[in-house]
């Protein structure tokens, strides 16, 4: 049964396994541990004593198998649904013994081939057994080649301590850090979209840098051993506050907890720890499960945290998801398009707000009765600007008159149903061109607009602005007065294999804004480019240049870098922000996700050496695009957004 119902979560992580033993008896394997509590078994299939080098056939034709019985004993789905397959730990394919090594090569493929073969939905390989890896990797890089659609989860200790036993785990990767084994076997297996991690959680855990860059890794399973737990006041399991600090973090995203090992806690028969969220078990004659406080444990983790707020139920759909940015100077928004951002009740308090500020400046009490604002609205839209202008207004108890600017010809007409039907026809002129077209029949106090992007001027705010500047009054406000970029280096393994996958070179040379969530953030953002409005000489500077240097944290180890993460940050007026930079972000605001820039080749970077971008917006006479490139720690080639031919439309 699931760990617990929390809100909004839907996720893998809800459902928790146990490692068990090999034994012949399947059927009864998986009702004990599913009547236990557990959801799913990560159980042996094949008996662990067997080697092919020592069974002959005497010429007469293939012996069976030695598999925990036949594809017949469980029914499909209890096989897909409940069983993961652990293959044997014994097996190192890069032994210096031949004879071993070809038992082992052997063993693997015949155990992924039964497991293929029973429609289970992952098997756990075990970790390397030796200072190399890369047979290993060829392996299983050749068996991917002809894998449908299993996944096979990689295990991998995630720190190694004296007094800690996994089993399985060689001399080799406790002395190293266990991400570079990781990355290097990863690197020699070309086809590893199937490739998973399974972490082992063992008593020590490394620092929070080296914990966050798993994130942006393919991380499926966390394998978490009995001897990895404390004891409570009242004799049962518990984990350190570290521990319990890190497992919500597995859990949000969609990590499932498998726990390993025999029990080592000496809990009363027929007893229940007041934080146990499932039934006893202990009824019918049916025994509690050995490891049922352990279980229970996990899931007073789960249950206790929070809810997931209405913003992240509403982005789950997007999480990880590449879609080309918005064109609106080129191309005109649907209406599905218009209803999600004006849905974003946040933005527009934040406009409402810069507004009210702006006319308070603008007109003093003593020149309210004689004083009356001229307020353009510059890519008016279906009118959530115009709507956030008039209620500042109202608010403040200044006069205003109101030009709503729109090319969008269907956008025009909601705008003309919308001040008809809100009473406005004395407040508001609509103006149905290019706001860089228009030519206005008065200077405006106040210019209004939402043209960023979300690297801020990658929707061309800048070039836009420009043009609608010359009917702002030398003295008027704009709103926003100014933005800035910002990057920064991420790992993000399931973007890079997306990207990957078009194997082309024109996706890599394409900006994508995405709902960042699988990602690790290596290093603090950095700023990039600055826009300030009004700018009078801004046609003079829209092409920019910026070269960057970022330092891995010490303490984090060695790290991937598959692109860098950007975003923005706009001062609408004064002391009003608005922006989604991580450190500033405005909190429950949806209109923008993060925009990613791809690197062809990923690159490794070390703890303490610097990872140099160079950076340029580049204007020509009908489009804006961005390229990018890295200097250190190698030369990569100039990433080119120009060839996809964004942002076109000057």
Same mark, same amino acid.
């Given at each position: ?225 009995? +001897? ?69 444990? &996990? ?46 009740? &946040? ?78 026809? +004395? ?224």
């Amino acid at each position: 049964m699931p760990l617990g119902q929390r809100v909004g979560d839907k996720s893998d992580s809800r459902y928790c396994g146990v490692i068990t033993e090999f034994d012949d008896d399947m059927p009864h394997v998986l009702a004990f541990n599913v009547s236990g509590g557990f959801d799913f078994i990560v159980a042996p299939l094949m008996d662990p004593t067997y080697r092919p080098s020592s069974k002959t056939n005497g010429g007469c034709g293939a012996s069976v198998l030695p598999f925990a019985g036949s594809d017949l004993v469980l029914s499909p789905s209890q096989w897909s649904c409940h069983v993961v397959g652990k293959i044997s730990s014994w097996i190192d394919l890069d032994s210096e013994d031949e004879g071993f090594r070809m038992d082992s090569e052997m063993v693997l493929k015949q155990q992924i081939a039964w497991a293929s073969h029973l429609s289970l939905q992952a098997c756990l390989l075990p970790p390397p057994r030796g200072t190399s890896c890369s047979n290993y990797a060829k392996c299983v890089n050749e068996i991917l080649q002809s894998l449908n659609n299993m996944q096979l989860w990689l295990r991998i200790p995630l720190q190694k301590s004296e007094d800690d036993a996994m089993d399985g785990t060689s001399d080799y990767l406790q002395s190293v850090d266990s991400w570079e084994w990781w990355n290097e076997f990863r690197l020699l297996c070309e086809h590893h979209s199937q490739l998973s991690v399974a972490l082992d959680i063992l008593s020590s855990l490394p620092s929070g840098n080296s914990l966050g860059r798993w994130f942006g890794e393919p991380v499926r399973a966390a394998i978490v051993h009995t +001897n990895t737990f404390l004891t409570n006041a009242r004799g049962y399991p518990c984990l350190s506050k570290r521990h319990q600090n890190f497992m919500p973090l597995f859990f949000n995203h969609s990590v499932q907890v498998v726990i390993s090992g025999k029990s080592v806690h000496d809990i009363p028969v027929g007893s229940s720890e007041p934080t146990a969220s499932h039934t006893d078990n202990h009824v019918d004659g049916i025994p509690r499960h050995p490891l049922r406080s352990y279980l229970d444990y &996990v899931g007073y983790l789960y249950q206790r945290m929070e809810p997931l707020p209405e913003q992240e139920r509403f982005e789950l759909g997007y999480r990880d998801f590449l879609q080309s940015p918005l064109q609106p100077l080129m191309d005109n928004l649907e209406a599905q398009t218009y209803e999600t951002f004006e849905k974003d009740t &946040v933005k527009y308090l934040q406009y409402q707000r810069a507004i009210s500020k702006a006319l308070l400046d603008r007109v003093t009490d003593e020149q309210v009765s004689t004083c009356t604002v001229v307020l353009m609205v510059v890519g008016a839209g279906r009118g959530p600007l115009v709507r956030a202008s008039l209620q500042a207004a109202e608010e403040t108890g200044r006069k205003m008159k109101v030009y709503a600017v729109e090319k969008n010809p269907n956008a025009v007409v909601t705008l003309h149903s919308l001040v008809k039907l809100e009473g406005w026809e +004395n407040l508001v002129t609509i103006v149905s061109s290019d706001m860089r077209c228009w030519d206005a029949p008065e200077k405006a106090d106040i210019l209004v607009s939402e043209l960023l992007g979300s690297f801020g001027d990658n929707e061309l705010s800048p070039e836009c602005l420009d043009g609608a500047q010359r009917f702002l009054k030398q003295d008027g406000i704009s709103i926003p007065s100014s933005y800035t970029s910002f990057i920064q280096p991420v790992t993000a393994s399931k973007l890079y294999n997306d990207v990957k996958s078009h194997k082309d070179l024109v996706h890599f040379e394409t900006a994508y804004v995405v709902k960042l969530h699988n990602v690790a953030r290596l290093a603090p953002s950095q700023t990039v480019f600055t826009f300030n409005h009004p700018n009078y000489s801004a046609k003079k500077s829209n092409q920019r240049y910026k070269k960057l240097r970022f330092e891995i944290p010490s303490d984090t180890g060695s790290a991937i870098v598959h692109g860098f993460a950007g975003y923005f940050d706009a001062t609408l007026y004064k002391d009003v922000h608005l922006g989604i930079e991580p450190s500033t972000a405005t909190p429950n605001m949806f209109s923008w996700f993060a925009i990613f820039f791809p690197l062809r080749t990923p690159v490794c970077v070390h703890s303490g050496s610097p990872l140099e971008i160079h950076f340029w917006r580049c204007c020509g006479s009908t489009k804006v695009w961005y390229e990018w490139c890295l200097t250190s720690p190698y030369t990569s080639p100039i990433h080119n957004s120009n060839g996809r031919s964004y942002w076109v439309g000057l």
